[in-house]
């Protein structure tokens, strides 16, 4: 009935995704549903009037979306299981799970209700976030595009495409074997990234979720001075987008990651056994046009105390553009051992901003 290749190719898919949360995150695993029938996509298909993509159409065959139930992980903020992982700076938490096909049905007739989804009736939400802060994500089912809600979502429908429009194939084509809709593209990307470590598991509170901030380079930059590790990386961050044409606004999160090495600080060949963060010095850039340069005391009010070997001080921000691109650049300023010692500044990093 499906073109085999392609059955091949998703099962592959899955199975990428169901080894990497056996061995790192099993307890999301749990989170997994059993496949669907074809009676199931068709009665689906029957009460939101749309015809499934092929290669989403046999990946709920192979797992219909995720399901919580209550338990320590799922709280009034939501859960922390989500596959498809997320992000937190300040009091904005994301964690994004996959639907499974009767809360697609359920999510999809209440946005749909909205007179900016009027023209847009074969737009299907397939995966949101479980958290008070909302981001959805939307299935064409005509194109086998997926786009993720701006800011202006329940203003005017605003979304932005997941993937370029050139990769999508002959997405109802029941024939063809070479066919890809974004969602199968979307969760092969994310297996690959999850597999190859470029995001990875974050704790915190004793809670692990998948964590959006890249950890590997050229997506994370890295800066060593004098035993002092930096690393630094940015997500971006569709749902606090505003693209409306007289005040765009694009938000990025980053990430930042500071430990001292096993040898401790070493200034003029003199061992620290420690050493504390003093000062910031933050560049921000969008394209090549300064927007904001802060020269400050602390980070989020804090002057994190590094011990040789101790687990990362990681803390995350926001930085609001007015385009698609830029950059952040700066330094840190330590205090060899403890503070009054003389300052240590670290060497300048660019992080790279892209939406």
């Not at 209550?70 to 989500?82: H, R």
């Not at 999508?168 to 809709?181: E, G, R």
């Not at 997506?219 to 749902?239: D, H, Y």
């Amino acid at each position: 009935m499906y073109p085999w290749l392609l059955v091949i190719r998703v099962k592959r898919c899955w199975g990428r995704l169901n080894n990497w949360l056996d061995i790192n995150f099993p307890e999301a695993k749990a989170t997994l549903r059993t496949g669907v029938s074809e009676a199931d996509i068709q009665e689906f298909e029957r009460i939101l009037k749309v015809k499934l993509p092929l290669p989403t159409r046999i990946l709920y065959r192979f797992c219909d979306g995720q399901e919580f139930t209550s338990g320590p992980l799922v709280s009034a903020q939501g859960s922390s299981l989500g596959l498809i992982g997320g992000y937190s700076f300040y009091d904005h938490l994301i964690n994004v799970y996959l639907l499974p096909l009767n809360e697609v049905i359920s999510n999809t007739k209440v946005i749909l209700r909205h007179p900016s989804f009027s023209s847009r009736s074969k737009y299907i939400v397939v995966a949101a976030s479980s958290t008070h802060v909302k981001k959805f994500f939307f299935l064409n089912c005509t194109t086998g595009q997926l786009h993720v809600g701006t800011e202006n979502l329940p203003i005017n429908g605003g979304m932005l495409p997941c993937v370029p429009n050139a990769l999508i194939n002959s997405v109802l084509d029941f024939n063809d074997d070479q066919q890809q809709d974004a969602m199968l593209l979307w969760l092969e990307e994310h297996g690959r990234r999850l597999e190859n470590g470029v995001i990875k598991l974050h704790e915190e509170g004793g809670i692990r979720s998948i964590s959006l901030f890249p950890e590997e380079p050229p997506l994370c930059s890295t800066a060593v001075t004098n035993g002092v590790k930096v690393r630094a990386s940015t997500v971006f961050i569709p749902e606090s987008t505003d693209l409306q044409i007289d005040n765009q606004r694009y938000a990025f999160s980053y990430s930042i990651r500071m430990s001292l090495l096993p040898e401790g600080c070493v200034i003029h060949g003199v061992p620290f056994s420690s050493c504390q963060l003093h000062r910031r010095h933050w560049i921000i850039h969008a394209n090549d046009h300064k927007v904001s340069d802060v020269n400050a005391e602390a980070v989020i009010g804090k002057f994190p105390l590094l011990l040789p070997g101790a687990k990362e001080f990681v803390y995350e921000s926001c930085a609001p553009l007015p385009t698609s691109s830029g950059s952040i650049e700066g330094s840190f300023t330590f205090v060899p051992g403890r503070m009054p010692y003389r300052p240590l500044q670290l060497a300048r990093r660019s992080i790279p901003l892209q939406a």
